[in-house]
């Protein structure tokens, strides 16, 4: 038992782009620079489903702040709707966010669509301060214009998979970042 994915997925032909200890250290990072820019406050943490789920968890268990923590869950926004930038929500917080402190917690910022439009939704619910996190980002693709307040990476125009992030559902246990070329 020395390759815990042999004979169940096969990783070896993918590039490694993000070690799991590079990646461990920067969340580290995050969550010292969170934990002092939100002192005092008890942040609600929302993920977005699915892929934000292990930053997440890695995050919140280097904070040293109270948290909450929600789920919501957009749909892709396919080729048809990509120019238009509309986002359907698929499943909602749980609560209301008036009044609190909302940190959008995200695996990666590519087009910007999705959180283009996640602060605009959750910006209109009058959250007493909204901020976006995300770990990856990737500029060059931008189709809008889209600053994430605090960021993990910025990565070249390339898919990865790993670290929570898909590629047709596989591949988001991966601990660290690799990419895959098609
Ligand atoms: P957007 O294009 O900025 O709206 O990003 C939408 C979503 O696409 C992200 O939240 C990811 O779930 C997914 N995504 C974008 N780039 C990648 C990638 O390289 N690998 C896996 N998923 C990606
Ligand atoms: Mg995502």
Redesign the pocket.
């Known amino acids: 038992m020395t390759d815990h994915y042999a004979g169940e997925i096969n990783i070896d032909e993918f590039e490694v782009l993000l070690s799991e200890e590079d990646i461990q250290k920067r969340v580290k990072e995050m969550a010292e620079a969170l934990s002092s820019d939100y002192h005092g406050k008890r942040p609600l943490l929302v993920a ?1 489903l ?3 789920v292990i930053f997440l968890s890695d995050l919140i268990r280097n904070l040293t702040i109270p948290v909450e923590v929600d789920f919501i869950a957009v749909s ?2 396919g080729h048809a709707t990509a120019s238009s930038g509309v ?1 359907r929500i698929l499943k909602d917080l749980e609560q209301s966010i008036q009044g609190k402190d909302v940190l959008i917690v ?12 996640l602060v605009e939704n959750l910006g209109s619910r009058q959250p007493g301060s909204l901020k976006v996190v995300t770990l ?1 980002d ?1 500029p060059d ?3 809008v214009e ?1 600053e994430p307040d605090y960021c993990g990476f910025i ?1 070249p125009d ?4 790993g670290y929570g ?3 047709g559902e596989d591949y988001r246990q991966l601990p660290d970042l690799r990419v ?1 070329d098609e």
Request: no cysteine; glycine share 6%.
């Open positions: 977005v699915k892929g934000a892709s926004y986002v995200e695996d990666i910022v590519d087009t910007g669509l999705t959180l283009n439009y990856l990737k693709r931008r189709k889209f990565i390339r898919f990865v998979i992030l898909d590629f895959l």
